[in-house]
């Protein structure tokens, strides 16, 4: 078990009263591993500071505004690559395969390539399987770091991090294609809705047909948010 991709989730999870109460834990883990660099472990320590001293308040509609309300910044992998088109089901189908070869039963509401799952999943690989599949992420990786860094926000220090143990680059040619596209505003909501609006795909005629495992995650993707997050939304 590497309890650092496991910190490293709960770091990149909606933040909470619990989440404020296990700073210590979390940094005495990224300091007892070692799996990230002295530098890294010291910037993610600026974020835990920032959990710790923040109002939940303020720290759980900071989080809204830039992961569900910022389409650029979106902590669903495949939607940067796929976007909400057919590919994407196909490919969260081929992941939670590989979550199941790895002896990893997804539960709870998130699809399978939110990030923290994936972190979740990894903290039960050898490092060296974990850093092939962060590479398999890398460009989505170096550009949720490259547009945080750019935003100031603690985050950033979390993503340079992931992307850094998948060897990641802003050169990659994926990586450059995604930068080049413009950054959200979280609270322009009009320009959001008609981004959203653009995005929706029909899937199918009949939802209760075909593969149970694809028909669970599009209905997951039709999911409204928590009530908790959807309250911090607004």
């Not at 835990?48 to 992998?77: C, G, K, M, P, W």
């Amino acid at each position: 078990m590497i309890v650092t991709f496991k910190a490293l989730s709960a770091l990149l999870s909606y933040p909470s009263t619990d989440l404020q109460a296990a700073v210590p834990e979390i940094e005495a883990v990224l300091q007892k591993e070692a799996v990230l660099p002295p530098d890294d472990c010291a910037a993610i320590t600026v974020l835990l500071q920032h959990i710790a001293s923040t109002d939940i308040y303020a720290l759980q509609e900071a989080y809204v505004l830039l992961f569900d309300r910022s389409r650029t910044l979106s902590l669903n992998l495949f939607e940067h690559i796929h976007g909400e088109s057919r590919d994407r089901g196909g490919a969260m189908v081929d992941l939670l395969e590989t979550y199941r070869a790895g002896g990893f039963d997804l539960v709870g509401p998130e699809l399978p390539d939110h990030l923290p799952v994936l972190l979740e999943f990894l903290a039960t690989q050898p490092l060296v399987d974990a850093q092939d599949i962060l590479a398999d992420a890398g460009p989505i990786l170096t550009v949720l770091a490259e547009r945080l860094t750019r935003r100031d926000s603690p985050y950033a220090a979390v993503l340079t991090a992931i992307a850094a143990l998948g060897r990641a680059t802003v050169k990659d040619g994926v990586a450059a294609a995604l930068l080049a596209e413009p950054d959200d505003n979280p609270e322009d909501l009009a320009a959001l809705d008609a981004v959203w609006e653009e995005a929706q795909v029909t899937f199918a005629p009949d939802p209760s047909a075909g593969c149970p495992i694809s028909r669970d995650i599009l209905a997951k993707m039709d999911a409204p948010l928590s009530p908790a997050r959807s309250s911090a939304a607004q």
